[in-house]
């Protein structure tokens, strides 16, 4: 299970305050991300597996040591309680998030901000869960979280102007550029991003090009560090397919319908590198059953 959280002591001051975002690659475990922060870092329901990519990612530095030291991992939702600030990660799935909102309004403190990394669901809706909607917000990092600079966030019809600037100081401190998009569908860069995945699908099942020729096309072609089905690999075909039905129906509009051959490989479990398998694939190819 994953869970991205960070729980947040502001009184430690703001030198003590480091991001080491991680990502699990555990062929065997479940993905998980983690945002371990310099006071202290908290990963719930990571069943511990989430420690794995981060040390060995941080083994030599003095900095990775401290860090882990902070670290805590838990099954246990209950412990986190007394967090300021909650970061969830989870599936995108609508229900299964507001499943989680609702539970982690009960658990939490009144004074905790419960922020989400979704890619596209609404974050209004996300806190019609909540009984708390002044405190919930969009924290959308991009992938990988240590490499990229850019989090996005997302306010809610209700989220209020000093969630906003808490979350906004919090992703800066973590050395991020920001931007703010209003709630809509995708927001802004999984609503420019998708349709080009999804048109790359869609020029590959017409038959218009090999898979090859449409990455380096565009790579070489529009100057993007990967071509879009590696990319769409490397994010998870599930979740593209995911943001592209948010997008379809979010919108309305017909230009937004996943292309077919995203719907089958999602179908086949070709999910993408996380898999083993997807538009391309890596070394040992894991299938799950998902009955
Ligand atoms: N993949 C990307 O490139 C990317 C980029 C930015 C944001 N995101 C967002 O981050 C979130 C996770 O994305 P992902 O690609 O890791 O998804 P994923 O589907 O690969 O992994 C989701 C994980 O959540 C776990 N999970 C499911 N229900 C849970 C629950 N109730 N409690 C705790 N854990 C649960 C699953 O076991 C799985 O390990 C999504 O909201 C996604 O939109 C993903």
């Known amino acids: 299970m994953m869970m991205l959280v960070v729980r947040w002591n502001t009184d430690k001051g703001r030198d003590s305050l480091q ?13 998980s991300n983690v945002l371990v922060r310099g006071c202290v870092g908290y990963c719930a329901l990571g069943g511990g597996r989430c420690c794995f990519e981060l040390v060995r990612a941080l083994a030599d530095s003095e900095a990775g040591d401290n860090a882990l030291k902070r670290l805590r991992c838990s099954t246990n939702a209950e412990e986190l309680r007394t967090s300021d600030i909650i970061i969830e990660a989870i599936v995108e799935s609508e229900d299964v998030k507001k499943k989680l909102f609702s ?10 901000i419960l922020a989400s990394n979704t890619s596209s669901i609404s974050i209004t809706r996300l806190a019609s869960a909540t009984g708390r909607p002044r405190q919930v917000i969009g924290m959308h990092f991009m992938n990988p ?82 071509g879009p089905l590696e990319l769409a690999d490397f994010i998870g075909l599930d979740v593209c397919l995911s943001i592209m039905k948010v997008l379809h129906t979010g919108l309305g509009d017909s230009k937004y319908c996943p292309c077919p051959l995203l719907v089958q490989y999602v179908d086949a479990g070709r999910l993408g590198r996380k898999r083993g398998i997807g538009v391309y694939t890596y070394g040992k190819v894991l299938y799950k059953s998902r009955l």
């Open 103 to 112: 539970a982690l309004d009960k658990i939490t403190k009144p004074s905790t």
């Open 145 to 226: 979280p240590p490499i990229m600079k850019l989090v996005e966030i997302v306010r809610g019809a209700d989220t209020s102007d000093e969630t906003f600037m808490t979350v906004k100081s919090l992703a800066e401190r973590f050395g991020k550029t920001v931007i703010c998009s209003h709630d809509y569908p995708g927001f802004v860069v999984n609503r420019i991003l998708m349709p080009m995945i999804n048109e790359a699908f869609f020029t590959l099942y017409t038959g218009v090009a090999a898979k090859e020729d449409i990455d380096v096309g565009m790579k070489l072609g529009t100057n993007q560090p990967m």
């Open 19 to 31: 991001s080491y975002p991680c990502r699990n690659t555990r062929k065997d475990g479940p993905q």
